[in-house]
């Protein structure tokens, strides 16, 4: 069984249009991460949550929102759906208490605004 | 200059080369360091971490200097099964935001 999960794994939606992309975790992770990967561009972080109560912003928050609703569940939202958010999405989990803090990934949401 | 800095590639070899990747990095702060790897369209996974000293996976070793703020990757008898693209991480200082490079891609070829 997966321990980062993501839903839904394909999306397709329109400008406009609010979507929710939703990453469970049973690894009992307290830190979530959510990234976009665009072709050339790398893995860019968006948004960050270190506890339930802790949400930061990444280098490219503009256009999103998160909320943390549970230690296992980090959401992500689009408010306004736009075409240059057509991404790979990625959910991810570490844990603060080990040495090398080692991230684990979701495997990932394809959005593609039309 | 980027946090982050890798050679996109392709590195194109044939199997059982060896093969080295480098990756720079630009906050001498940074504290860890790991190489990731992933397969066309997939989720990262780690590969290894980079310690101060070296270490060694098998067919991978890893290395840092802190001096020259570099981590390197070498795969001694590529497979083709070691085609993807390995994607560098930094740690920074204090506090474990992970900062990822672009990615290196390799493909071993027959």
């Known amino acids: 069984d997966a321990d980062v999960t993501q839903t839904p794994r394909n999306r397709i939606t329109k400008t406009g249009k609010r979507i929710m992309l939703e990453c469970s975790q049973t690894k009992g992770h307290d830190r979530m991460y959510w990234y976009r990967q665009d072709p050339g561009l790398g893995l860019r972080l968006i948004y960050y949550s270190f506890d339930v109560k802790d949400i930061n912003k990444g280098e490219i928050s503009d256009g999103y929102s998160v909320s943390r609703q549970a230690q296992a569940k980090f959401s992500l939202s689009l408010e306004s759906a736009i075409p240059n958010q057509t991404a790979l999405y990625f959910c991810?989990?570490?844990?603060?208490?080990?040495?090398?803090?080692?991230?684990?990934f979701g495997p990932g949401t394809r959005l593609l605004v039309l | 200059r980027k946090e982050v800095e890798q050679d996109p590639g392709p590195f194109n070899v044939p199997e059982g080369a060896t093969v080295a990747f480098n990756c720079t990095y630009s906050n001498s702060a940074s504290q860890s360091f790991f190489w990731y790897r992933q397969d066309c369209r997939k989720e990262p996974k780690l590969l290894m971490s980079?310690?101060?000293s070296g270490n060694e996976d098998g067919r991978f070793t890893a290395q840092l200097n802190r001096a020259s703020q570099y981590i390197s990757l070498l795969i001694r008898d590529s497979k083709l099964s070691d085609s993807a693209t390995y994607l560098c991480v930094v740690n920074r200082g204090g506090s474990y935001i992970p900062t990822f490079g672009r990615g290196t891609s390799l493909i071993v070829h027959p």
């Open positions: 980079v310690y101060s």
């Open positions: 991810a989990t570490s844990d603060h208490r080990t040495a090398q803090e080692t991230q684990y």
